[in-house]
């Protein structure tokens, strides 16, 4: 099985070529199918090779050809199948089988429906070579990959401007991580003569570099990770991809794409718990990046835009993790998180699909009643996401919390619990105003009506896993997925793990974040379904506050003014220097030659005459001439 | 009674530029062709002329004319001139029915 590794990428890839070279004309309908079945394909084989690696296998390579070779840098195109990569694996092939299913239902009347099935399986392709690449080289050009289908998928739409702009806005914010990437990559060249992963953690384990190099790969590493997971101070592009298909931001989210940062940082542990201090700012940034976009999250009304936020705030969860040295919790949550946010975004896609492509909760309300199955899985996706127990998201939360707490950080564990409070309000006014209360648009509540099964049913086993996937981390810091993970990521450098469940210590912090939790969502009730206080009251009293948080703390004003404006000056100064100067030579040039020769067209009369005239007049020139040499006349 | 070389060269000038003259100012095409047949002979007279009194003055055999050969490589660039000139003419007679040389300028610049 595990020699068969390979096929799991090409499933997608034979998808993609077949529906992008015979979509358009043959396949049509049976694109949507189609990819999905060479989803369901790799997920099947996923999952055989997830079991093999539980029976017992910790790191196997499996070479398939080799890249390139220049005299001793040889890169080979392997797949590494190990505990971390068949975890994503299997993460990643699974739930874009449940996204690919429902897109074909929420797509069915788009007319690029082709086009959407051709670049939907190019991206799980892309993320699968970079979870499979055993060395940075190969994961590169999967990271490149994977922002490539994001830019062709967020602007999937590209005949309305605000799609198109944010593609390109999502392409060059990871153009920026990418450039940190490549830098790591080179350094790490340099350092080690090798861009393998075994062989780059096993120089850094028996002989470690300077501690400045150290530092430098990793935070050239982790400007790519923030660049791709959409981290402060890279975040802008995320909640501006919702401007594509809702299934393309549920396939961004959960399985592909943002998890792509937490797995770099993750499989090179070794690196970063070598280079010591860079950990934490790792953290620091992580912490700062949730409750940042937690904030913001508050007072959004497009319910995409509060999902997304919501994103790059669990991210910043994930990175909390890594950067206190738990890697385990933080692949944990990334797990857990794809399952609850992919049918969050699914959910929402649902309702955005049943009201007729309206986004504003503001219009929305009372939806409960019309659909019912969408309402009690988006539920169970926001139980979760608010880390009530014992859904999902509370035992994956409550370990990076915990792993906080006891690796000496407590400040990051405050701001982790206060950020629970945000997440749990939020995501209770999200469904409180799109579910409950009255409808407040009567010509939408009248429409509204509950998708196809199609829809429904990835909703629904979405809603499973969101609700059990965490008893993989039962118990708590010895439960099945530390055990599977602990060879991939332990360096023996990490904080040691005490033998046996600290029951007291898990149930005292898991209290605390929980009964914080609940006050988030208690409060959110009183405030939406009671109005006590009224939330345009607590608008009006924040005043300056409320509007910082609606315009995003002006991030997007603030690198428009800094960047954007910047390099757009930049761009017409150098337009006016090319149309100037360089286009002004040649057409100087062009001009003095076109002037000669229309005073030379003038000779050229079409009368044989003249030319016979001209011919004679030049025979007598060179006969006087040379009669005047010959008789001394024109000699001195 | 020997013709003396400056008649030859003389009746070779006046023949030259009567054909010269026939070129420029006559319009019809095949009259042209004609003058420049008129002033290739001139030349031809003059190469004959020219050839027989380097054999009288000579060194070596006076018989020797060799100058003359020109004049037979003339002869055979006159005959294929006239072929492709007339034949010119001919196709120019065909896209236009005309052999006047100042109708035919759809090559003026």
Known sequence: ?636 | MSVPLGAFVAVSAVLFFIGAAGVLVRRNAVVILMCVELMLNASNLALVAFSRRAGQLGAGNPLDQRGSVFVVFVFVIAAAEVAVGLAIILAAYRNRPTVNVDELHEMKG
């Not at chain 1, 040889?74 to 092939?93: C, I």
């Not at chain 1, 350092?191 to 430098?216: H, I, T, W, Y």
């Not at chain 1, 009304?301 to 936020?309: E, G, L, S």
């Not at chain 1, 360096?491 to 009964?515: C, K, N, R």
């Open chain 1, 1 to 636: 099985m595990i020699q068969n590794v390979w096929l799991i990428p090409a499933f997608p890839l034979a998808a993609f070529l077949a529906n992008a070279l015979f979509g358009r004309r043959w396949l049509r309908r049976w694109t949507g199918p189609l990819a999905s079945a060479a989803i369901a394909a790799s997920a099947i084989i996923a999952i055989g090779i997830f079991l093999e690696v539980r029976g017992g296998i910790e790191r196997t390579t499996v070479p398939l050809y080799t890249f390139m070779s220049v005299g001793d840098f040889r890169v080979n195109v392997s797949a590494l199948v190990d505990p971390l990569s068949s975890t994503m694996l299997l993460v990643v092939t699974v739930i874009s089988f449940l996204i690919h299913v429902y897109a074909i239902g929420y797509m069915a009347h788009d007319r690029g429906f082709w086009r959407f099935f051709s670049w939907f399986p190019l991206f799980v392709f892309a993320m699968l070579v970079l979870v499979l690449a055993d060395n940075y080289l190969v994961m590169f050009v999967g990271w490149e990959g994977v922002g490539l289908c994001s830019y062709l998928l967020i602007g999937f739409w590209f005949e309305r401007p605000e799609p198109a702009g944010a593609a390109k806005k999502a392409f060059v914010m990871n153009r920026i991580g990418d450039w940190g990437f490549t830098i790591g990559m080179i350094t790490t060249f340099l350092v080690f003569g090798s861009m393998n992963f075994s062989d780059v953690f096993e120089r850094v384990a028996k002989d470690p570099p300077a501690q400045g190099v150290l530092s430098l790969i990793c935070l050239a590493f982790f400007l790519g990770a923030t660049g791709k997971s959409a981290q402060l101070p890279l975040h802008s592009w995320l909640p501006d991809a919702m401007e594509g298909p809702t299934p393309v931001s549920a396939l961004i989210h959960a399985a592909t794409m943002v998890t792509a940062g937490v797995y770099l940082v993750a499989r090179s542990t070794p690196l970063y718990e070598a280079a010591g201090p860079v950990l934490a700012s790792v953290g620091w940034v992580g912490a700062l990046t949730a409750i940042f976009a937690a904030t913001i999250a508050l007072v959004q009304f497009d319910i995409k835009r509060v999902m997304a936020y919501s994103t790059v705030s669990q991210l910043g969860y994930m990175f909390l993790a890594l950067g206190v040295g738990a890697p385990i919790a933080a692949m944990f949550h990334l797990a857990t998180h794809a399952f609850f946010k992919a049918l969050l975004f699914l959910g929402s896609g649902s309702v955005i699909h049943g009201v007729g492509d309206v986004q504003d909760m503001r219009r929305m309300g009372g939806l409960r009643s019309k659909m019912p199955l969408t309402y009690w899985t988006m539920v169970i996706a926001g139980g979760a996401l608010a880390a009530l127990p014992p859904l999902a998201g509370f035992w994956s939360k409550d370990e990076i919390l915990g792993s906080a707490f006891k690796g000496g950080y407590p400040i990051l564990w405050a701001v982790g619990v206060f950020t629970g409070g945000l997440t749990a309000f939020y995501i209770t006014r999200a469904i409180w105003l799109t579910f409950h209360g009255q409808p407040r648009d009567h010509h939408l509540f009248e429409h509204a009506h509950e998708s196809p099964r199609v829809m429904t049913w990835p909703l629904v086993a979405l809603a499973a896993g969101s609700a059990l996937v965490g008893f993989i981390g039962f118990p708590p810091d010895h439960g099945f997925i530390h055990a599977f993970l602990a060879p991939a990521v332990e360096t023996g450098h990490g904080p040691a793990v005490e033998p046996g469940t600290d029951w007291t210590a898990f149930l005292t912090l898991a209290a605390i974040s929980t009964a914080v939790g609940v006050t988030g969502i208690l409060f959110g009730l009183s405030m939406y379904a009671r109005s006590r206080p009224d939330p345009a009251a607590v608008a009006r009293a924040a005043g300056p506050y409320y509007d910082v948080l609606v315009n995003k703390y002006y991030v997007d004003e603030l690198y428009d003014r800094r960047f954007v404006d910047v390099a757009k000056a930049f761009a017409g100064a150098a337009w006016a220097f090319d149309i100037h100067i360089i286009d002004g030579l040649v057409n100087r040039l062009g001009w003095i030659i076109k002037l000669g020769g229309g005073g030379l067209r003038r000779a050229q009369t079409g009368i044989v005459g003249n030319y016979a005239l001209s011919i004679v007049a030049g025979l007598l020139v060179v006969m006087v001439v040379y009669g005047g040499y010959a008789t001394g006349w024109l000699r001195r």
